[in-house]
């Protein structure tokens, strides 16, 4: 997300932001009461709009919508890809997450330099799930909610530049936050976070060197919770 946050109110108001951008600018919103009332004068004149514009339907159209849907098989539902961590898929994990972590001595997160959290707990955890991210690179994403922590771990993210880092963001109703930074080693880069149960989705962004307060670049890489 650009900083002209009061740019989007018309992107907003047609709902037409990623999930990152959505979740920064309500935050914006809450203390920008100019972005407030534009919102609700673009909604409304977009309901307007689209009165002018509506049209009663043929008498035909009925019948024949009823007649698609008896024989259009729907959709399934889009739910994360989530599985139980096996044996050796726990091992596979470990391998990868060991190689992360002594690639980086330490870990920076929310601007605190810190040793790397131990993985095991995590893993080992007898509700931990794997779920599979979207997005560019590959990510997992190994939650364990009795413990309220995850473990992140991707890899093929396009290399950055000194000047910037991945930043890791906890979303959910209340908006997004940050769950640090993620560690430096272009092959594998992990994180461990703790997990607010009110979090449904991880999004990570592309942030100058150092993190930001808030995401300042759409989501390289998603991750659903719910």
């Known amino acids: 997300m650009t900083a002209e946050l009061h740019t989007l109110t018309g992107a907003y108001a047609l709902d037409a932001v990623s999930d990152v951008d959505r979740a920064e600018f309500e935050r914006h919103l ?9 919102v609700a004068e673009l909604r409304a004149t977009g309901a307007r709009l689209a009165v002018a514009a509506a049209v009663d339907p043929p008498p035909s159209l009925k019948p024949l919508v009823l007649a698609d849907v008896a024989r259009t098989r729907q959709l399934p539902p889009k739910v994360p890809v989530t599985r139980r ?11 990868s997450l060991f190689g ?3 690639a980086a001595v330490v870990a920076v997160v929310l601007g605190v330099t810190r040793t790397p959290a131990p993985v095991d707990p995590v893993l ?77 989705r991880i999004g990570i962004t592309v942030e100058p060197a150092g993190g930001s307060p808030g995401p300042t670049t759409p989501a390289v890489t998603r991750i659903s919770l719910a």
């Open 30 to 38: 809450g203390r920008c009461a100019a972005c407030r009332q534009e």
């Open 85 to 95: 961590l096996s044996r050796a898929k726990t091992w596979q994990l470990r391998v």
């Open 100 to 102: 992360a972590a002594a």
């Open 124 to 200: 080992g955890a007898p509700d931990a799930a794997a779920i599979e991210g979207t997005g560019q690179g590959h990510a997992t994403l190994v939650v364990s909610r009795s413990r309220h922590q995850a473990v992140l771990l991707a890899s093929d993210l396009p290399a950055l530049d000194a000047g910037h880092v991945y930043q890791v963001w906890l979303i959910g109703p209340g908006g997004a936050r940050s769950a640090g930074l993620m560690t430096a080693e272009p092959s594998q880069r992990m994180l461990v976070a703790d997990l607010p149960p009110d979090v449904d």
